[in-house]
């Protein structure tokens, strides 16, 4: 029997017992909050990628000292955020609020940077719904607070990956470790040869969710199914987010420290940072405090007071992948604990070196360009929710009940939105529309964008779309080269600026190979004229060679930068500034010449202030 089993078992009868509950659903389940589903790039946007690492002398933006800074209140402008682009957040609030149907019911809204609380804005109800298409008399709805507590869904797998690593800094416990070491039942169908960094990173090759909760009977038979699953791949080898390692994760915690997740968890990483709102099974007398999530058909009740993920509740409330409950202000304790290299004042949590492992990616090789990517635990680069603040290094995780925590290590920024999708059904929920507002509002705010290019034309903000910049000019047999100042933010290999010429009044376009230069920057090669990805925040001096596999483009040469989008996700998308075409220093076309500049056709870019 496995640590806690017995505790385990108690827990999840006296739920049901409460309830009047006689059984479990057998068709509502949850299986976390994967990043939507995308078919894969284009393989020539994937393969023209531009190589945006910064190398030497660029330290790691997560290579941190252990500072033990604490959050304080503060106005937006003593940070750097522009507190005019901050107070646009209630309004993208309010509009998935009356969304038809809403994207949630409730929300409480935190931002903060360099270590000050800058915002704080709840929004909508925390109970407003009896079930799935009846509103609650009005005088029972509950509004949504900045303390209102939430489920926070898979945002747990942070702390249970959190508790792992703490075991690894122990000695305990070692990333290349088989499972079935510490867990022989793990071996069963092939899966001995099961990292622990595998199931951290999602690459061990489980399925991503199986029934718990109406399949198996009780909590042994539950736990050895999570044990005993069938692999869907050869670990190492294909990237399926699954809850299943995550519970697998939390039962080795409890096994090396002899303590249930709960209390492991408590003693171990909220209670020394001083989280006293963080908790799993909140007390009852809590409940008018709780967002409330779903109307459960089956169970004939709202679920409200306990966790929403129907696995986690099947296993007494505490698993590795759901049943933490927190509010914005608790939550950002702990992201700012990350930020302090592992320590938040006085309590030291994980060393910075183990910090910088959990947020350095370990699965390119396995998921290629504009894939997933993923730490130890936290999710990387995720354009879906990070939007304007994506990077290599951003991070953490979402929860399938509307929940998100977002770090931009560039700024030491924090961003939590907690809401209640699922209430009063997840047929509702769409939350990521509104993460990804958010954060790109967040992004404005601290300025990411340089103020020198926001006068100029800009594209790229809007989903499955194509905008074209261009322009006409008529070259000698030489070698002209078009000067471009460019800012790119845009979602790698799916939103794609492709600069290209036509010699013909095109009926054919060239791409144009070019390079990208900045100041204190290493210069990026732009092999077929395709931009994508996150670009570094830096503005840009573009130069492509107006010729066809080097013989110079004569006659009249049209030239575009073309900008499509996909259907779904994006950064804060591209600015073009000053163009021009240059023939042996002489220039014969420049857009900060007015005759020259009314010349430029925009369609779908619009021109800054």
Known sequence: MEPRMSRRTGLTAGALAAAGAVGLPTVAHAMGDPAPHKDRPAASSARSAPEWSRGEPHRHPWARKSSGKTLRDAAPNAVGLDTEELDGVPAILRAGLEHDPPRFAGASLLVASQAGIV???ADGFALRWQDASTELPEDQWIPARTDTIFDLASISKIFTATAVMQHVEKGLLGLEDRVADHLPRFAENGKGEVTVQQLLTHVGGLP?????????????????????????????TAYVYSDLGLITLGLIVE????????????????????????????????????????????????????????????LGGVAGHAGVFSTARDLAVFAQMFLGGGRYGNARILEAETVESMFTD?????????????????ELEAWYYHAGLTSPSSGVHTGFTGTSLVIDPLTDTIVIMLTNSVHPTREWSSTSVTRREVSTCVAHALGVVPKKIRGGWH???????????????????SAAELRVDLFAHLETAYDVLTVEASADQGETWLPLPGHLGAKHEEPVEVPDGQITGWGRRVLWDGGFALADGGAPLTGEVQIRLRLSTDRSTRGL????????????????????????????IADGWVLGD
Request: net charge negative.
């Open 119 to 121: 915002y704080e804005h």
């Open 208 to 236: 991503a969710f199986i029934n718990l909760y109406s399949v198996y009977p009780d909590i042994p038979s539950r736990l050895d199914a999570v044990l005993t699953v069938e692999p869907n791949a050869a670990p190492g």
């Open 255 to 314: 096994k090396l420290s002899g303590q249930g997740l709960d209390e492991y968890v408590h003693e171990h990483i909220v209670a020394p940072l001083g989280m006293t709102e963080t908790m799993y099974n909140p007390p009852a007398e809590l409940k008018d405090r709780i967002a409330a999530t779903e109307y459960v058909d089956y169970y004939g009740y709202l679920v409200h007071g306990h966790v929403h993920d129907e696995n986690a509740y099947s």
């Open 362 to 378: 370990r699965i390119a090789g396995v998921t290629g360009v504009g894939g997933a990517r993923r730490g130890l635990g936290p």
């Open 459 to 477: 594209a790229g903000d809007s989903d499955a779309s194509t905008a074209t910049l261009s322009f006409a000019v008529d070259l000698e047999a």
């Open 573 to 600: 998308g591209a600015w073009v500034g000053r163009l021009r075409v240059l023939d042996e220093g002489q220039e014969l076309f420049d857009s900060e010449r007015s005759d020259d500049r009314q010349e430029v």
